[in-house]
Antibody
C-alpha cells in the first residue's frame, strides 16, 4: 500500500526557514510526479508545488504557486524515495498543514491519487 | 490563473437522497488533443487528509463506491452522490490540473439533514 509520511513541521519565526520531508513507500517513487498541497487552519486546499517524475536533478520540471515562488523549492531524492520542500523567508500566511501528495502520472499536469497525513507549519513570533 | 467556483458552499441532504455539487472553471479544462477534462474531485472527512474520488471529470477512483459519479465538460462539472450515506459527511473539493497553478474550488460542506 502507498504510504507518505511527512516530517519537519514546527514553529518558526517570520523570516525563518524550514525543510519538510516526505518518506514514500509502496510504489515506484521515481515514476510519479509529486506535489505539496497546504491547508491553512479552517480553510480550503491550496496547491503549492509539483515536481515531475524524472526528478529536478535530471531535468525534471517544477511548478510553483505564485504565493511561494522564489521562496520555496521542491526537490526529490529518488534513491531514498524522498520528497522535500525547502521553505525560506516564511510568513505568517504560510501557516498551514502541508500535505505530501502523489500524482497519478509522471507529468506535472495530473490529479493527486494519494495524500499523506500532513505536517503542521506555524509561522509566528 | 483558472478560478474554480463551487456551489453551493454548504448542503444538507437527507439520508438516502441525492446530493449534487457543482464546480465551474473560469476557462475550459478540456484538452482538445486528447479530449480529456483535467478535473478531479476530492473528499475530506473531518480530521482526515483528502481522498481522490473522481479524475478526468468522470473516472471513479478504484475502491470508491459507485454512488459517487462525476459529469460535465469544458467549464461546468458536477459531483453526484446518488444515495447519501452517513459516512459521506465531508467537505468536497474540485481541482483543475489543466494548467498551473492547479487550483482548487473553495469546498462544499455536505451534512445530513
Amino acid at each position: 500500500e502507498v504510504q507518505l509520511l511527512e516530517s519537519g513541521g514546527g514553529l518558526v519565526q517570520p523570516g525563518g526557514s524550514l525543510r519538510l520531508s516526505c518518506a514514500a513507500s509502496g510504489f515506484t517513487f521515481s515514476d510519479y510526479a509529486m506535489s505539496w498541497v497546504r491547508q491553512a487552519p479552517g480553510k480550503g486546499l491550496e496547491w503549492v508545488a509539483t515536481l515531475s517524475g524524472s526528478g529536478s536533478g535530471r531535468g525534471g520540471s517544477t511548478s510553483y504557486a505564485d504565493s511561494v515562488k522564489g521562496r520555496f523549492t521542491i526537490s526529490r531524492d529518488n534513491s531514498r524515495n524522498a520528497l522535500f520542500l525547502h521553505m525560506n523567508s516564511l510568513r505568517a500566511e504560510d501557516t498551514a498543514v502541508y500535505y505530501c501528495a502523489k500524482e497519478g502520472c509522471t507529468s506535472t499536469n495530473c490529479y493527486i491519487n494519494w495524500w499523506g497525513q500532513g505536517t503542521l507549519v506555524t509561522v509566528s513570533s | 490563473d483558472i478560478v474554480m467556483t463551487q456551489s453551493p458552499d454548504s448542503l444538507a441532504v437527507s439520508l438516502g437522497e441525492r446530493a449534487t455539487i457543482n464546480c465551474k472553471s473560469s476557462q475550459s479544462v478540456l484538452n482538445s488533443s486528447n479530449k480529456r477534462n483535467y478535473l478531479a474531485w476530492y473528499q475530506q472527512k473531518p480530521g482526515q487528509s483528502p481522498k481522490l474520488l473522481i479524475y478526468w471529470a468522470s473516472t471513479r477512483e478504484f475502491g470508491v463506491p459507485d454512488r459517487f459519479s462525476g459529469s460535465g465538460s469544458g467549464t461546468d462539472f458536477t459531483l453526484t452522490i446518488s444515495s447519501l450515506q452517513a459516512e459521506d459527511v465531508a467537505v468536497y473539493y474540485c481541482q483543475q490540473y489543466s494548467g498551473t497553478p492547479h487550483t482548487f474550488g473553495q469546498g462544499t460542506k455536505l451534512e445530513i439533514k
